[in-house]
């Protein structure tokens, strides 16, 4: 932690092995008036019987000006989309620092990252701030918990990240966040 980033690479040279990059890529559009933002795939796979064929990502995946407010999107990626941690190797490595707690002197820190990542949604790839939402409705904000609770209660995920303190993974899509939002301010 703080220190250094260690980047350890494994090299796929098969075809096979190829052919899923694009899937586990996205372009990110992003709206220059609320933040909202949407995942393109730039590839996708159909399968037929024991076959998987190939193929590039249907598109556009939102209209020329956004849905919730109606401003320009700025586009962005590819980004990689596809979940960032193995949650095994991370719940192993957890449980391995737990069992040495005297040999890290960071643990607490170490072992909060790592709990936090075991907790975070695993498939999805961007998080909102509660923060920024309330920015751009220039309402008060809602505590984490029952922000939470609406969009659970809506048949949603949620979870943090680690990458922000108010930051917050969700599987709902951003006119269910805002829905939420709407309840909150009136
Ligand atoms: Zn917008």
Same mark, same amino acid.
């Given at each position: 932690?703080?220190?250094?980033v260690?980047?350890f690479?494994r ?9 899923n ?17 949407h995942?393109q795939?730039?590839g996708?796979?159909v399968?037929?019987? /024991? ?11 939102v ?12 586009m ?7 979940p =960032? ?11 391995d620092? +737990?069992s040495m +707690? ?9 072992s909060?990252?790592?709990? /936090?990542?075991?907790e975070?949604l ?5 998080f909102?701030s509660?923060?920024?939402?309330c920015?751009?409705? +220039? ?8 922000f939470r609770?609406?969009?659970i209660?809506?048949?949603?995920? =949620?979870?943090? /990240?680690?990458?922000?303190p ?6 709902a899509?951003?006119e ?5 939002m709407?309840?909150?301010v009136?």
């Amino acid at each position: 932690m703080d220190f250094y980033v260690r980047v350890f690479v494994r090299i796929y040279t098969s075809a096979g092995a190829m052919k899923n990059t694009p899937l586990k890529l996205s372009y990110v559009y992003q709206c220059t008036g609320c933040d909202s933002f949407h995942l393109q795939p730039l590839g996708r796979t159909v399968s037929k019987n /024991t076959s998987v064929r190939y193929l590039p990502g249907f598109g556009p995946i939102v209209p020329q000006e956004c849905t919730d407010c109606g401003k320009k999107y700025n586009m962005g990626g590819p980004i990689w989309s596809a979940p =960032i941690h193995d949650q095994d190797w991370v719940t192993s490595i957890l449980s391995d620092v +737990k069992s040495m +707690k005297a040999r890290y002197p960071a643990f607490d820190r170490i072992s909060a990252v790592l709990t /936090t990542i075991s907790e975070e949604l695993p498939d999805v790839p961007l998080f909102v701030s509660l923060h920024n939402l309330c920015a751009t409705l +220039k309402c008060t904000s809602p505590s984490a918990v029952v922000f939470r609770s609406a969009v659970i209660n809506a048949g949603y995920r =949620i979870s943090g /990240t680690h990458v922000n303190p108010l930051g917050l993974k969700s599987d709902a899509l951003m006119e269910v966040i805002w829905d939420i939002m709407r309840c909150w301010v009136s």
